[in-house]
């Protein structure tokens, strides 16, 4: 079955740039999406159509594509940035879909 | 405002069934696809099943494939899941979504879930 591939963890300082990771073969010929998850709460989307932010998503959290590797960036990182983040996108065929396993990100 | 409410969930024994149901409003539910996301507490989360617009085209997780079937109900706005065989690893938070799109893609909106424990 086909698997996104993220580091478990990333930790950064405040107002330091946090990079995530999400790799996977299909992910070249299919839309890749990010989520949010704090503490307690349900996931929140945060990136969509590979680096679109539904409104009211800050323009700190962005992310781009090279290869099989989507990244999520996170600029001048916030202490109510520490969360779960999860890729997401489908098979190469669209039959289903998948999240990648999270990272759960640290603010030092 | 796109609102998501599960409902449905509990404590049931091995082999049992039960069904899930999700109340949606502030859009119609017939006119975008639909899925159902799970999570073990303190893991990741895992994608069940979903129908495109057309409630023609559903699919599942391998996990759950001829146990599970997904299904709407267009007049009262209203996601269901009804699960067959259950098994102590289908015990997780149950998350009905909004997807974005009319065909399967990705998770717009999310419910608050609802639990399932499978325990005898």
């Known amino acids: 079955s086909y698997e996104l591939t993220q580091p478990p963890s990333v930790s950064v300082s405040p107002g330091q740039t946090a990079r995530i990771t999400c790799s996977g073969d299909?992910?070249?010929?299919?839309?890749s999406f990010w989520y949010q998850q704090k503490a307690g709460q349900a996931p929140t989307l945060l990136i969509y159509k590979d680096n679109e932010r539904p409104s009211g998503i800050s323009r700190r959290f962005s992310a781009s594509r090279s290869g099989t590797t989507v990244t999520l960036t996170i600029t001048g990182v916030q202490a109510e940035d520490e969360a779960d983040y999860f890729c997401?996108?489908?098979?190469?065929?669209?039959?289903?879909?998948?999240f990648g396993g999270g990272t759960t990100l640290t603010v030092l | 405002e796109v609102n998501l409410v599960e409902s449905g969930g509990g404590l049931v024994q091995p082999g049992r069934y039960l069904t899930l149901s999700c109340a949606a409003s502030g859009f119609n539910i017939n006119n975008f696809a639909m899925h159902w996301v799970r999570q073990v507490p303190g893991k990741g989360l895992e994608w069940v099943s979903g129908?495109?617009?057309?409630?023609?085209?559903?699919a599942y997780a391998d996990s759950v494939k001829g146990r599970f079937t997904i299904s709407r109900d267009n007049a009262k706005n209203s996601l269901f899941l009804h699960m067959n065989d259950l098994r102590p690893e289908d015990t997780a938070l149950y998350y009905c979504?909004?997807?974005?799109?009319?065909?399967?893609?990705?998770?717009?909106?999310w419910g608050q879930g609802t639990q399932v424990t499978v325990s005898s």
């Open positions: 979504t909004k997807d974005g799109s009319a065909s399967r893609q990705f998770f717009q909106y």
């Open positions: 997401q996108s489908s098979d190469a065929i669209g039959a289903y879909q998948v």
């Open positions: 299909a992910l070249p010929k299919q839309y």
């Open positions: 129908m495109d617009w057309t409630s023609y085209n559903m």
